[in-house]
């Protein structure tokens, strides 16, 4: 089964594609991220609609930042991945199934800022200084309000710049990553040839459609808050699924959903679901790695941590 085939090769082809020529290192890393170009590197303004700025930057400036949000986001999923394997028996259940969900979560911001989209949050002084930026540049007032932002980055036809379109959202950080997200997935889903990457997305999509976008926050909130998830726990009446690590196991898993209610059922295809995102934005990085002029400093880092707790950095192959 071709999991990862045409649609797949699309994201690697429209958003890997373009980084290849950039790289950031590790003493880079604080000067090249999204917030940081916000602060200082805004080159233009390109239009103001009801809370949706278009912001115009240099290519590189806003490549290179995008690189810094996937580097620190991939970095985060790599520490829960060697936290989940080497506490697979260990860990509360409850405490399992947090530290499974954070995995998923850092992974599928990866993939999203791959996909050049995501959200950030920006506080009340990061406003200030946006804000006053936006306002020199437009010549006439503009306040961009504290909160939580949608991202996705644009070209325009008759400019060698890129835009950042960043527009408010009333979502909270992890509602809208899993939305974004599904608008990802819909734009795969386009492609309506019947094949079997294809056939293999509806049914990640029925699995959003049958528990809500956002079903494994709210999964986690409840196990994470909810004072009877520490009885369950203790009482083994919960359970945190651990799916191997392997493209052929998870693929299989997905492929035999059926919509059940049961908790530890919705728990397992949780868990599933952020495996999955975490192979896509694996293949995806691995793209660039060997395509690209990658920063040897970085990949070191992670190679070394990695290793030191007897793991290596998984690569998937595109078909079971």
Not at 53 to 69: P, Q, R, W
Not at 243 to 268: A, S, W
Request: charged share 25%; glycine share 4%.
């Amino acid at each position: 089964m071709l999991v990862f085939g045409d649609r797949y090769n699309l994201v690697r082809d429209n958003y890997i594609f373009p980084l290849l020529n950039f790289k950031v290192d590790i003493d880079k890393l604080e000067y090249n991220n999204l917030k940081y170009a916000l602060k200082n590197k805004i080159k233009g303004l390109k239009s103001i609609e009801d809370r949706k700025y278009e912001i115009m930057f240099n290519k590189d400036d806003l490549l290179k930042a995008l690189l810094g949000d996937i580097d620190y986001f991939y970095t985060r999923s790599l520490v829960q991945y060697v936290n989940i394997l080497n506490s697979r028996d260990k860990l509360s259940s409850c405490w399992g199934i947090v530290t499974q969900y954070y995995f998923s979560f850092f992974s599928v911001n990866t993939l999203l800022r791959m996909a050049h989209r995501g959200n950030t949050y920006l506080n009340y002084r990061e406003c200030k200084l946006v804000s006053d930026i936006l306002t020199a540049l437009n010549g006439s007032l503009i306040e961009v309000q504290p909160g939580n932002y949608v991202f996705h980055i644009k070209e325009y036809d008759d400019s060698t710049d890129l835009c950042l379109e960043l527009k408010k959202t009333s979502n909270g950080t992890h509602e809208q990553t899993w939305s974004t997200l599904g608008t990802l997935l819909e734009e795969l889903l386009n492609n309506k040839t019947k094949d079997e990457e294809y056939a293999f997305l509806r049914i990640i999509k029925q699995i959003t459609d049958e528990y809500k976008l956002n079903f494994p926050s709210t999964i986690r909130n409840e196990v994470n808050y909810k004072p009877q998830y520490g009885y369950m726990s203790i009482n083994n009446k919960i359970t945190n699924f651990v799916p191997d690590m392997d493209l052929k196991v998870i693929v299989n898993e997905i492929l035999k959903f059926t919509p059940n209610d049961d908790e530890d059922y919705k728990i397992k295809m949780s868990a599933l679901y952020g495996n999955f995102f975490f192979i896509y934005s694996s293949k995806l990085l691995n793209e660039y790695i060997d395509r690209g002029n990658f920063s040897k400093s970085t990949q070191k880092v992670k190679v070394q941590y990695i290793k030191k707790f007897g793991f290596q950095i998984p690569k998937f192959p595109d078909a079971i």
